[in-house]
């Protein structure tokens, strides 16, 4: 008997015909970029994915990033729907900048992801310093903050917000107390930002990606090999390209009626 193969349909690999879903929408991604691991043929990474992908279904994109050379490199995989900003979300006047920048360049947001998120310091709370704490929390809750309180006033009536958490945030387990911490804050800010957004139609939700198998996943895996090796329900690690899909759904007015809600891409880990 043959061992049963893991099912990746054409969406996973990002190679499922365009559809036409996001049809003249105006779109940030902040963290649109991908990080270079050293690796010749890193998979996909979320950010990137992202604003490829709704590119390809008909959106204007606006890739944010710190490494300009990365967002470029996104840019040109855009088809031409798509323009890069540098921008350091560490600094209050660069997320000014970029969300000042990108809605006068597309004529207004219809949508902002945002993807940007950090680990750091030592594992459990002995290898937590009050340094890293802070610089965790600058990046992966402060940061999507500030760039929302920016956002919200200029956003189209019916707009949509879509924060990038992770699992780690539903079930301890990455060992980094400030990354799990930060990223279950975000359900906290994305249910406030729902109920802000709420009188305009402006809906805010969270996806929560499992073991993914991108640049950041590779990183994570060799600093703890046995993540390789999680008893995962669909058995197989996910692709960017299925953050992908389900931020296309969020941001897409195929969501309409969904706000303040958690969507956990994770192939089953965190709820089998």
């Not at 006047?93 to 992801?113: F, H, N, P, Q, Y």
């Not at 805010?204 to 329900?233: C, F």
Request: proline share 4%; net charge neutral.
């Amino acid at each position: 008997m043959t061992e049963r193969q893991p099912y990746t349909p054409a969406e996973s690999s990002g190679t499922a015909p365009a559809r036409g879903r996001l049809k003249g929408k105006r779109i940030l991604v902040v963290g649109g970029g991908q990080m270079d691991i050293g690796e010749d043929d890193t998979p996909i990474g979320n950010g990137r994915a992202m604003s490829v992908l709704f590119a390809r279904e008909g959106a204007n994109v606006a890739v944010a990033d710190r490494d300009a050379k990365a967002a470029d490199a996104t840019v040109a995989l855009c088809e031409g729907r798509a323009f890069a900003i540098t921008a350091d979300v560490t600094k209050d006047s660069d997320i000014a900048r970029m969300v000042e920048e990108s809605t006068a360049k597309l004529g207004g947001l219809d949508g902002v992801v945002l993807n940007v998120g950090i680990g750091a310091g030592g594992p459990w709370l002995e290898g937590t310093t009050r340094e890293s704490w802070d610089k965790v929390f600058a990046i992966n809750l402060t940061s999507h903050m500030l760039t929302v309180k920016a956002a919200l006033p200029r956003l189209s009536e019916g707009a949509s917000i879509v924060f990038i958490s992770s699992i780690a945030g539903l079930t301890a387990g990455s060992r980094l107390p400030a990354y799990d911490a930060s990223k279950s804050a975000l359900f906290g800010l994305c249910r406030h930002v729902a109920f802000e957004g709420a009188r305009r139609g402006i809906r805010a939700n969270v996806i929560a990606p499992g073991l993914m198998d991108t640049s950041i996943g590779r990183l994570a895996s060799r600093g703890r090999p046995n993540r390789t090796s999680t008893n995962i329900p669909l058995g197989r690690q996910g692709t960017g390209w299925e953050t992908a899909y389900a931020a296309l759904f969020l941001v897409s007015d195929e969501s309409a009626y969904i706000t303040a809600q958690t969507l956990a891409v994770d192939g089953g880990l965190s709820g089998l």
